[in-house]
């Protein structure tokens, strides 16, 4: 029974721990925390494994948030200004983001 109740704590202690990451579409541009992302070649943001990070439209016009990588493949579908989309990152790994629409539309997120 000890052996049961420190595995509960465990799992949930890192589920307690998931935090949700805002990131913005600005000008046809991620903005993360007020800056924009310049994709530098090194991921862009890191965050935990378990985290959420939510993607609001901030433009006029549709935008459309994928990733075809390993660690995270998704698609959130288009959605208008005022809207936004979430996904959780349950896998570590380098995950690259574009957008379906404006293809110059780019950054990486770490999963640690």
Same mark, same amino acid.
């Given at each position: 029974m000890k052996q049961l109740l420190s595995l509960f704590f465990l799992f949930a202690g890192a589920f307690a721990f998931a &935090?949700?990451?805002d990131v913005?579409? %600005?000008d046809k541009q991620f903005v993360v925390k007020g800056n924009t992302i %310049?994709? %530098?070649g090194t991921p862009d943001i890191t965050i935990k494994q378990g985290d959420v990070v939510r993607f609001y439209n901030d433009d006029e016009f549709f935008h459309n948030v994928f990733s075809l990588s390993d660690a995270k493949l998704f698609d959130l579908g288009s959605y208008p200004k005022g809207e936004y989309r979430e =996904? &959780?990152?349950d896998q570590k790994?380098?995950? &690259? =983001? &574009?957008c379906a629409i404006h293809p110059n539309m780019f950054m990486s997120i770490e999963v640690k």
């Open positions: &935090e949700t990451i913005y579409q %600005k %310049k994709n %530098k =996904i &959780e990152f790994g380098v995950v &690259e =983001i &574009e």
